[in-house]
């Protein structure tokens, strides 16, 4: 069965500090995996995803992500980070292996608050 | 402007009233989605359509319908709510290949008393 865990509620951080929030996923095909922000009162914002290729991918506002197959990871990452990086983020998977590839799962979300 | 509505943004009701959820989009999406979002819990899919007249169940269908008549509607139909379903609501959309990430509407905060 498909699943996504975000092992960490909270993940805080001194601003200009590089930033990690944390995500590992369960298919059983190839994975296309997703980060997703969402701040107060609005709707969810697409960050980046991994499809295939480059394991380091690189999205909106400065953020990236490593698809890590092995490990079965897909942490988001952020070399310095801002005050305005704070809000709810969360990881969504994929199956792209199988008829379960329209079914959507998504992590139980990662709250980041960026300290001034 | 490409964007996927919602109506009611909020919505207070009674337990046992019928209630629909709106939900539209501008960008000729195939594949359209509901997801309810609940404290600890994350985003759990209700269900999901591939196209007009095809539709299928997410996670959490219990208690929900839903139905595709139009490639740009896809209303969220709660027949007989009940307290455990008060929640946030939130519709997507996104053309038809999985490798493309999904567009949310604003979200609906729905409380059933």
């Known amino acids: 069965a498909q699943s996504v865990a975000q092992p960490e509620d909270q993940v805080n951080v001194a601003e200009g500090n590089p930033l990690t929030v944390k995500c590992t996923y369960s298919?059983?095909?190839?994975?296309?995996l997703f980060w997703y922000v969402q701040y107060p009162n609005r709707g969810l914002q697409f960050l980046l995803k991994y499809i295939t290729g480059d394991n380091l991918v690189k999205g909106s506002y400065g953020f990236e992500a490593e698809f890590n197959k092995s490990q079965t990871s897909f942490h988001l990452k952020k070399p310095s980070a801002l005050v305005s990086d704070s809000a709810l983020y969360f990881c969504a998977v994929r199956d792209g292996g199988s008829r379960r590839t329209y079914k959507y799962i998504f992590g139980t979300g990662t709250r980041l608050k960026v300290l001034a | 402007e490409a964007q996927v509505t919602q109506n009611p943004r909020y919505l207070i009701t009674v337990t046992g009233k019928k209630l629909t959820v709106t939900c539209s989009q501008n960008?000729?999406?195939?594949?359209m989605s509901w997801y309810r979002q609940d404290p600890g819990l994350g985003l759990r899919q209700i269900y999901y359509s591939m196209n007009v007249e095809v539709t299928d169940k997410g996670d959490v269908p219990e208690g929900y319908k839903v139905s595709r008549k139009e490639k740009r509607n896809f209303p969220l139909i709660l027949e007989s709510p009940s307290p455990n379903q008060t929640s946030l609501y939130f519709c997507?959309?996104?053309?038809?290949?999985?490798?493309?990430?999904?567009?949310f509407g604003p979200g609906t905060r729905l409380t059933v008393t």
């Open positions: 298919v059983s095909g190839n994975p296309y």
């Open positions: 997507a959309s996104s053309p038809g290949t999985p490798r493309v990430e999904q567009y």
């Open positions: 960008m000729n999406h195939e594949y």
